[in-house]
């Protein structure tokens, strides 16, 4: 039995080798291993679907290109292309809404004031600045005091020879 199972594999390997080796065997000479060649034959004849014949001694026809053109995936439809609607917009010619120069905030708070008989002299702090000033004096080239009365004090701005008012006490 032993014999019998050694001659069954060896049978079935012979019969492998033969069905590999076989079709190399009868492979032409002439047909090695070239790439393929696209031949876009011209279109003469109106018959689609035909290859053109070749000769029975002349060289194999080189292999046509079937490949798509286009998007294999691409969207299609038998609905017609929907129509974008035109918009036609009229040029609006936007003149720039010029604001009036305006008095920035005042930035000075009332801090005292100091009456001499002769001389008021009132005191004025921005931020960490403290100013002592009288009536004509320039603050940082910007401001001008230019009246100081029991109630307020009038301030110019000078860039724009604006007038603003500080409250500097009560009338009592």
């Known amino acids: 039995m032993n014999n019998k199972r ?8 012979g019969v492998s080798a033969a069905l590999t080796w076989l079709p ?14 696209a031949v876009v034959a011209p279109a ?19 292999i046509k290109d079937l490949g798509p053109a286009g998007d294999l995936f ?3 439809s038998w609905k017609a292309a929907p129509t974008l609607a035109s918009v036609t917009e009229q040029a609006v010619n936007v003149t720039p809404v010029v604001q009036a120069p305006t008095v920035p905030p005042m930035p000075f708070q009332f801090i005292g004031r ?16 403290i100013y002592v000033v009288r009536k004509g004096d320039v603050i940082d080239e910007t401001w001008k005091i230019e009246r100081i009365s029991d109630m307020e004090l009038s301030l110019v701005y000078l860039p724009l020879h604006m007038s603003q008012t500080l409250s500097v006490g009560s009338a009592q």
């Open 6 to 13: 050694v001659m069954g594999w060896v049978a079935f390997l």
């Open 24 to 37: 190399e065997y009868f492979k032409k000479a002439d047909d090695t291993d070239t790439e393929a060649v």
């Open 44 to 62: 003469k004849d109106k018959s689609s679907g035909t290859l053109p014949a070749t000769k029975a001694g002349a060289a194999p026809a080189a």
């Open 74 to 76: 691409a969207a299609r």
């Open 114 to 129: 100091m009456d001499d008989r002769s001389d008021l002299q009132v005191f004025l702090q921005n931020g960490e600045k």
